[in-house]
Nanobody, 119 residues
C-alpha cells in the first residue's frame, strides 16, 4: 500500500514563497516511484499539472508556473518537493502530490494541501 504525506501548504501574500513536501512510502514493488510530482485543483476547475520529475531528472511544468516553481526530489527518502516563488492569487488551489509506482505503474495521490495567495 502506498502512502503519501504532504506538508507545507498555507496562506501567503502575493509575491511570497512556499515550499511543499511529500513523503512517499510503500513496500515491495510499490516502494519506488517514477515519476513524482504535483497537481492542483482550484474551486470550480479541473485538476491540472503543476510539475513532475522523472528519475533521470527531467521535469515538466504547467505553463502558468514556469519560471516560478521548481520541483525536486530526494530519491533516498522518496520525497518530492515543490518550491513556489512569486506566488500569485491565481495559484490558490489544493495541491496534490502525485506518484506512479515504478513496479506496477499504478498512480497514487496525496490527500491535498491548501495553498491560498492573497492579493
Amino acid at each position: 500500500q502506498v502512502q503519501l504525506v504532504e506538508s507545507g501548504g498555507g496562506s501567503v501574500q502575493a509575491g511570497g514563497s512556499l515550499r511543499l513536501s511529500c513523503a512517499a512510502s510503500g513496500s515491495g514493488r510499490t516502494s519506488s516511484f517514477n515519476p513524482m510530482g504535483w497537481y492542483r485543483q482550484a474551486p470550480g476547475k479541473q485538476r491540472e499539472l503543476v510539475a513532475v520529475i522523472i528519475s533521470n531528472g527531467s521535469t515538466n511544468y504547467g505553463d502558468s508556473v514556469k519560471g516560478r516553481f521548481t520541483v525536486s526530489t530526494n530519491k533516498i527518502k522518496s520525497m518530492v518537493f515543490l518550491q513556489m516563488n512569486d506566488l500569485k492569487p491565481e495559484d490558490t488551489a489544493v495541491y496534490y502530490c502525485y506518484v506512479r509506482t515504478a513496479g506496477w505503474g499504478t498512480s497514487h495521490w496525496g490527500q491535498g494541501t491548501q495553498v491560498t495567495v492573497s492579493a
